[in-house]
């Protein structure tokens, strides 16, 4: 099993471009979670799903944009890229909720310039 | 509205005992997580606590009261190797938003 991959692991934005995060996860698990981490600082929650067509906000959504058409992928959009967004992304999967861990993907740095 | 709190950063001795702090107020509970992540990696599962009460694994230990919106991560016998940020997330119900505080960076010193 791979567990979750993300791709890219590094990339760089022009301030207005837009990119799509890919994640994808071979566990069949049913949540899934997109988080950024700002330097020194926590993990902050942007978007989650709890099922294939089922997405919902987290607390810092406003610029991305994501989608759940299958399972296993759970691409998360940024439009019109600012430096505010600069961050490492991670992407997490559980079985469920309760007491599921989340297992996470190895991440994608990404820089807006 | 939801508020989770950790120390931002600890100290400790190799062979030490530390205590990782954790208080919280959510709308809605349905259990911490603990998890570990080293400077540059993803972050590793180390514990969940649901109900009241101390969770023993190896080493670690995490605890939980409810009541007082508390818990804390327990590190025996240190080692150069737990140096780490230590996470404390609460799982809200009936969201099933998975919330993480700002982190406590460890630093263990020989």
């Known amino acids: 099993n791979a567990g979750v991959t993300q791709t890219p692991k590094f990339r760089i934005l022009k301030i207005g471009q837009s990119m799509t995060l890919q994640c994808t996860q071979d566990?069949?698990?049913?949540?899934m979670y997109w988080y950024r981490q700002d330097p020194g600082m926590g993990l902050k929650l942007i978007y989650y799903?709890?099922?294939?067509?089922?997405?919902d906000k987290g607390e810092v959504p406003n610029g991305y944009n994501v989608s759940r058409s299958t399972t296993e992928d759970f691409p998360l959009r940024l439009e019109l890229a600012a430096p505010s967004q600069t961050s490492v992304y991670f992407c997490?999967?559980?079985?469920?909720?309760?007491?599921?861990?989340?297992?996470f993907g190895n991440g994608t740095r990404l820089t807006v310039t | 509205g939801q508020n989770i709190d950790q120390p931002t950063e600890m100290t400790a001795t190799e062979g030490a005992i530390v205590q990782i702090n954790c208080t919280y107020q959510?709308?809605?509970?349905?259990?911490l997580f603990w998890y570990q992540q080293h400077a540059g990696e993803a972050p590793t599962f180390l514990s969940y606590?649901?109900?009241?009460g101390l969770e023993e694994k190896g080493r670690f230990s995490s605890f939980l009261s409810r009541s007082k919106g508390y818990s804390y991560l327990l590190l025996k016998e240190l080692q150069m190797k737990d140096s780490a940020s230590y996470l404390c997330?609460?799982?809200?119900?009936?969201?099933?938003?998975?919330?993480f505080g700002t982190g406590t960076r460890l630093q263990v010193f020989p």
């Open positions: 997490a999967s559980s079985r469920t909720g309760d007491n599921s861990p989340l297992h």
């Open positions: 566990m069949n698990h049913n949540y």
């Open positions: 799903s709890v099922g294939a067509g089922i997405t």
């Open positions: 959510t709308s809605g509970f349905n259990g």
């Open positions: 606590n649901v109900l009241d």
């Open positions: 997330a609460v799982r809200d119900d009936p969201t099933d938003k998975l919330i």
